[in-house]
């Protein structure tokens, strides 16, 4: 049976703030960024050129991947990707025997190091054809450095298994992230940190999709990667959450519970920031420093972290105190 507090049980000092009192703003940042990331979801499913709700890379469609590095160093121009563009519409490359000539005009490129280098991102190409595509841009914006070009083909059957692969992978992480916490915790307790999964990897993505309309930026199977690992972040920082609310309910039971979360996010609030942090600190030295390759899936990592942390504190446990108060509300006597 629920106590009503007393003078002589005062309320813990909180040092931070009380999260229930700005719980409406909180569910209003993270709703509108809900909506915002289904809404990148659904215009990159309904773009004719995507019609998914990521745009997928090279590893789940198939086709060559080409990295060069020109040998000018320093004293290069730096190129444009619209340079880039109108010199790889004018690339001539041997035809197959009973295929067609490969479409070069609206392949996907990124020019990087300060217009040194440059990502191309070809339908599949032969080895005769891959070459032919080096030399004849080597000629017109080039030279580029021998032990810096990279070539990389997969093939379309390849690309579907890894497709595959990914949500296989996607969907097994999540139930069975879904199976512990529900064995571990009661029901609220689960279903709260499974809401805050999908808050967490709902907006991990949908940022992805805006990327990928406004700048091109495809996903590739190392961005599946980070999405499991976003989700076990989200866990395990919610759960944390959860404990010390277990922990201060044991205490402060005769509080509303209200005061039980606001005290239990103030004292795990500085652990919480903590790790947040210094898990950020080698992802931001992968975006700054870990090169193309490296880099959105630093991004992708990144803002799940950021996203995960935000919700164990500010989405989780006062859903859970509303939802809490409801149930006693309606049930005065539980």
């Given amino acids: 049976m629920t106590m009503s507090p007393t003078a002589a049980d005062p309320v813990p000092e909180i040092r931070f703030f009380r999260i229930n009192r700005y719980r409406r703003l909180a569910w209003g940042a993270s709703g509108a960024a809900c909506v915002l990331s289904l809404l990148g979801l659904l215009l990159s499913w309904l773009n004719p050129s995507i019609g998914l709700p990521l745009k997928p890379g090279l590893d789940f469609t198939g086709g060559t991947r080409i990295q060069l590095e020109r040998a000018c160093g320093a004293s290069c121009s730096p190129l444009t990707a619209p340079q880039v563009e109108e010199q790889l519409s004018q690339v001539k490359l041997p035809v197959e025997a009973g295929a067609a000539a490969p479409q070069l005009e609206r392949a996907p490129l990124q020019v990087l190091d300060g217009g040194r280098s440059i990502d191309l991102r070809m339908p599949t190409l032969s080895a005769v054809q891959s070459t032919a ?123 509303p519970i209200n005061d039980q979360v606001d005290v239990a996010v103030d004292v795990t609030l500085t652990r919480s920031l903590y790790t947040s942090l210094t898990t950020l600190l080698p992802l931001l030295g992968m975006i700054f420093f870990g090169g193309s390759s490296l880099f959105w899936f630093a991004v992708a990592l990144a803002t799940g972290i950021a996203v995960g942390s935000w919700s164990s504190i500010g989405v989780a446990p006062t859903l859970l105190s509303l939802i809490t108060a409801s149930n006693r509300a309606r049930s005065p006597l539980a």
Avoid: M
């Fill in 133 to 255: 595509l080096i030399e004849q841009l080597s000629s017109r914006i080039g030279p580029f450095l021998p032990g810096d070009t990279s070539i990389e083909t997969i093939g379309p059957t390849l690309g579907d298994q890894l497709l595959k692969s990914s949500l296989l992978s996607l969907l097994v992480s999540f139930a069975a992230i879904a199976a512990y916490i529900t064995f571990r915790y009661d029901r609220l307790f689960a279903s709260l940190a499974i809401v805050c999964l999908a808050h967490d990897v709902l907006i991990t993505a949908g940022l992805f999709a805006w990327l990928g309309l406004l700048l091109g930026v495809e996903v590739d199977s190392l961005f599946a990667v980070s999405l499991i690992t976003v989700a076990g972040y989200s866990v395990n920082d919610t759960v944390v959450v959860f404990d010390r609310i277990r922990e201060q309910k044991s205490l402060l039971g005769h509080l």
